[in-house]
């Protein structure tokens, strides 16, 4: 089963352009992380936001928390080409489980 | 270059055969984990390791077996594979504790025919 949903499933946007991906999860977590994945390779983990944080930067990524309404977004500023990849979120199971569950993605495609 | 790597990248079995996927890290990470990747689906857990001389079935454990070698090596192993079994498969492991991302390999992309 998995605990994050990603949305939309796909998204399509011009070079420069914000490009923002939400996740909803359906149970209490000890912290929410997002990674990239280029076509054909591995995940490259991004950020990991804990359940008492809302919001956290790290260059042009900005993700935030909602811990009310059990989601997240993660928005990259000023898109380039090179932005385009599958980006997922990834939560545990709250207490004492830290093991991540992935959604399924967002595609992202940046035109230049 | 440091991280998480992956042997074989690409392989093709026959139904029933067996194979054994490896992985090694070396930044000296307590935990490591086996997922596998199918379209649509995103990635599941098939087994993971907390730390040296300890595994736990994962969502997916069913057809596998895996063997922590030692702080470095996570083995996966098929013992007959099967067309569902068809899938690409990352390794990727993480310091102990809760604060911490993961590293993954690049996967292993595993077709059975």
């Known amino acids: 089963s998995q605990q994050g949903e990603e949305d939309p499933q796909a998204l399509s946007i011009q070079e420069g352009e914000n490009a923002t991906m939400n996740c909803s999860y359906k149970t209490s977590i000890n912290n929410l992380q997002w990674y990239r994945q280029n076509s054909g390779r591995g995940l490259v983990h991004l950020i990991l936001i804990r359940s008492n944080e809302r919001e956290k930067h790290s260059g042009r990524l900005r993700v935030t928390l909602d811990t009310s309404k059990k989601s997240s977004s993660l928005l990259i500023t000023a898109s380039r080409a090179a932005d385009t990849a599958s980006y997922f979120c990834?939560?545990?199971?709250?207490?004492?489980?830290?093991?991540?569950?992935f959604g399924r993605g967002t595609s992202l495609i940046v035109h230049p | 270059n440091a991280g998480v790597t992956q042997t074989p990248k690409f392989q093709v079995l026959k139904t029933g055969q067996s194979m054994t996927l490896q992985c090694a890290q070396d930044m000296n990470h307590n935990s490591m984990y086996w997922y596998r990747q199918d379209p649509g689906m995103g990635l599941r857990l098939i087994y993971y390791?907390?730390?040296?001389?300890?595994?736990d079935k994962g969502e997916v454990p069913n057809g596998y077996n895996v063997s922590r070698l030692n702080k470095r090596e996570f083995s996966l192993r098929l013992e007959s594979a099967a067309p569902s079994q068809t899938s690409v498969y990352f390794c990727?492991?993480?310091?102990?504790?809760?604060?911490?991302?993961?590293?993954f390999g690049s996967g292993t992309r595993l077709t059975v025919v």
């Open positions: 990834a939560t545990d199971a709250g207490g004492g489980s830290y093991i991540p569950t």
């Open positions: 990727a492991s993480s310091p102990t504790g809760q604060d911490y991302g993961y590293t």
């Open positions: 390791s907390a730390s040296e001389g300890t595994t």
